[in-house]
């Protein structure tokens, strides 16, 4: 991949990746993106940090991140991390939250695409319960009455479903259509075949990230203890909003040692058009190296 090819991914919404991970299929499945004013989302940050980071930022001045799932397939079985942010095709403006704008809508179509339906898909794992995280699980589709994914178990940590009215999107009318499906679950449990919860608590005290584990590969879904692939050699950069930056920075270098150490493929859910990758270290810095 040449630099060009990877500035170029840095700075769009993703499309569909796939890899392998041992007897397992793992594809990103895109929904839409936000656009995010880079000084907003990372408050410490400059216009001169920005100017030092200018293949992250598209000619706009924004910074992407992408907004999806993670599916994951077993043979005939199907199972989805996150489900994007819902059938809101048109950008809305959010600048009050330093948003440029943020829209959904292609998730069915790109799994689809992928060759599944809805249907096929038995858990939807909810990481934690932001608004882009839980769109077609609390949605339906354009002409139904129930959401998207309605006949589907959805999983959730104890207490990020206990501390639900506190986060970012889950009105009441959310809420009441999530409730009859939720099942809880806990650090170290197996989710689905080669699928394990890890507490990731940071962005939200009950994240749940997943580890995808076959044979000698291993990926871990690290959900939003980061939020671009800029933040990877930079984990001290705390997002707007974190209740204890210095615990998310910890856990963010805590995240990048083991991926760079024990050689596990990394997947940020809202890495722009990277989100497989392996980190690289050296000495006590890291950087993102994408793959697929």
Not at 144 to 163: D, I, K
Not at 234 to 241: F, K, L, R, S, T
Not at 280 to 285: H, I, K, L, N, S
Request: proline content about 7%; charged content about 20%.
């Amino acid at each position: 991949m040449t630099n060009r090819d990877t500035e170029d991914r840095l700075r769009r919404p993703a499309r569909i990746r796939s890899l392998r991970v041992g007897e397992l299929s793992v594809s990103y499945v895109p929904d839409g993106a936000v656009k995010m004013v880079p000084r907003s989302l990372f408050p410490a940050t400059t216009d001169e940090t920005w100017a030092r980071n200018g293949p992250y930022v598209d000619p706009s001045g924004w910074l992407t991140i992408s907004a999806g799932g993670l599916l994951i397939e077993h043979g005939e079985r199907a199972m989805l991390v996150d489900a994007g942010y819902g059938p809101f095709t048109e950008p809305v403006s959010m600048m009050e939250h330093g948003m440029a704008s943020m829209y959904g809508g292609s998730l069915l179509e790109s799994l689809a695409t992928l060759g599944r339906s809805p249907h096929e898909i038995e858990a939807v794992a909810i990481t934690h319960l932001h608004v882009e995280h839980l769109g077609w699980a609390a949605h339906p589709e354009p002409g139904a009455s129930q959401p998207a994914f309605g006949h589907a178990a959805y999983l959730v940590s104890h207490r990020e479903w206990e501390e639900r009215h506190t986060t970012f999107g889950v009105t009441e009318q959310v809420a009441d259509a999530l409730a009859p499906r939720v099942r809880a679950v806990s650090d170290g449990d197996e989710v689905f075949p080669g699928v394990r919860a890890v507490a990731l608590p940071g962005h939200t005290a009950g994240q749940m990230g997943y580890e995808v584990t076959s044979g000698d590969d291993c990926l871990l879904a690290f959900a939003d203890v980061l939020h671009s692939p800029a933040q990877v050699a930079h984990p001290d950069w705390a997002i707007v909003g974190e209740p204890a930056p210095d615990v998310s920075a910890g856990l963010r270098r805590e995240v990048l040692g083991r991926l760079a150490d024990e050689g596990i493929v990394g997947f940020g859910i809202h890495f722009a058009d990277v989100p497989f990758g392996r980190v690289r270290r050296a000495g006590d810095a890291f950087a993102w190296q994408p793959l697929a």
